[in-house]
Every structure is written in C-alpha cells, then in structure tokens.
C-alpha cells in the first residue's frame, strides 16, 4: 500500500555541521516530494520541495535529491543552526492528479551549539 | 495575506459526543485537504475537495466522519458519536491548485474524554 519510511527518527549535531534526512516511499508513480519543518506546538511549513523532472534541488543551505529508480528521497541541511531544531517530515505524493501527500514519521533533529 | 486558520484551537469533549471542526483556507484556494496527526507521527491524509466537491475522501476513517465545503471556501469536518481514539491534531491545508504547494493551518487539538 501506500507508504513513505523516513530515517532517523532523531538526529542530533553539533551547530556548523551537516544534517541528512533519508525517505523512501512506495508508489513508482509519486511525482511531488515535499519536505515540511513543524517546531513544537506549530503547523508545518514547507521548506523545499521537488518534483520527479528533477534529480535535485538547492535553496541556501537546504537541498533535496530524489532517485526515482531506488525510489528515495534526501534533505541536506548545511551549516546547521540551533533555530533548525525541529521536527522534519518528508511526504511523497501519490497517483490520482492531485497532491494527496503521505508522509514520513518524521525527524527530531537537535542542532547543539 | 492571511494563512489558513482553523478553530477551535483546541476543543475537549467527552466520548460520545458530536463535534465540528471548521477550516478557513487562503482566498482563492480551490483546493482543501484535511488531515490528522497523532502524536509523534506525521499527518495521515483524510479528505480532499476540489471546489465544493469531496474529490478523494478515502482517508476518512470511518462514517463517524464526514466534511463538508459547501461554497468551496470554508470547510468543516464533522465528528460524530466521538471515541478516545479520535483524539489528535487535525489539520487543514489548502493550495491554490491541484498540483500546487500545500499550506498548511495551525490545527485543532481535539481530546476526547
């Protein structure tokens, strides 16, 4: 069935360090991936995003990387900061013409400084 | 502008009981999706429309549930005969389009009693 795995369930690095974020997801016929950051008590907000024409996509210091033929997906968070503590979901969407996303569990990550 | 909004922010009820949850989407957003997030997990999709119509409403847990968006703005989900087990964040996110970014609104906590 329809299923989106995200790894690690936590992550903590020191400030200055790089942060990855890895998904899989089920359904070869996903063509939007988006990734969300939730702080605690918030509503979740998109920070990237990437659909299937495209292997990767950079904006500052966050990139994602989509291998369709493996079928997963990656955030990088570069030169992590304490304010990118949060949590990350990535979510993939899924066949039908239209974005019903399915997400990860998702990821604490905790920048120490 | 104005993001999505929701209210209540938080509604306690006791087991039995009927409930309404209301979203207000972005102006012009023709699409509306709903979701629930129980604690540490990600969102689990439950309804979209498309206009005034529930286009996918195959995430609806059961016929305790049911949405409504009769003038293809507002939107309310609808909780009847409320159990324990529907106590959760529920999230509304609209999009301008079908295919585009959803934004997602604050939530409504609802504990069940």
């Known amino acids: 069935g329809e299923n989106v795995e995200q790894h690690p369930s936590t992550l903590s690095v020191q400030e200055g360090d790089s942060a990855v974020i890895k998904c899989t997801y089920s359904d070869s016929a996903s063509n939007y991936f988006p990734w969300y950051k939730q702080e605690l008590g918030k509503r979740p907000q998109l920070i990237i995003d990437?659909?299937?024409?495209?292997g990767e996509k950079k904006d500052q210091r966050i990139a994602v990387t989509l291998n369709k033929t493996a079928k997963h997906f990656s955030l990088h968070i570069t030169e992590t900061q304490p304010e990118d503590s949060a949590v990350y979901f990535c979510a993939a969407s899924f066949s039908g013409g239209y974005n019903k996303l399915i997400f990860g569990a998702g990821t604490r990550l905790a920048v120490h400084p | 502008g104005a993001g999505v909004s929701q209210t209540p922010s938080n509604k306690v009820t006791e087991k039995g009981k009927y409930v309404e949850l209301r979203c207000d989407p972005i102006s012009g957003h023709t699409a509306l999706y709903w979701y629930r997030q129980s604690l540490g997990q990600g969102p689990e999709f439950l309804i979209y429309f498309q206009g005034t119509g529930a286009a996918d409403d195959s995430g609806l847990p059961n016929d305790r549930f049911f949405a409504v968006r009769p003038e293809g703005s507002v939107s309310t989900l609808k909780i009847q005969r409320t159990e324990r087990g529907d106590s959760a964040v529920y999230l509304c996110?609209?999009?301008?389009?079908?295919?585009?970014?959803?934004?997602f609104g604050p939530g409504t906590r609802l504990t069940v009693l």
């Open positions: 996110a609209s999009s301008p389009w079908v295919t585009d970014t959803q934004y």
């Open positions: 990437i659909r299937s024409n495209v």
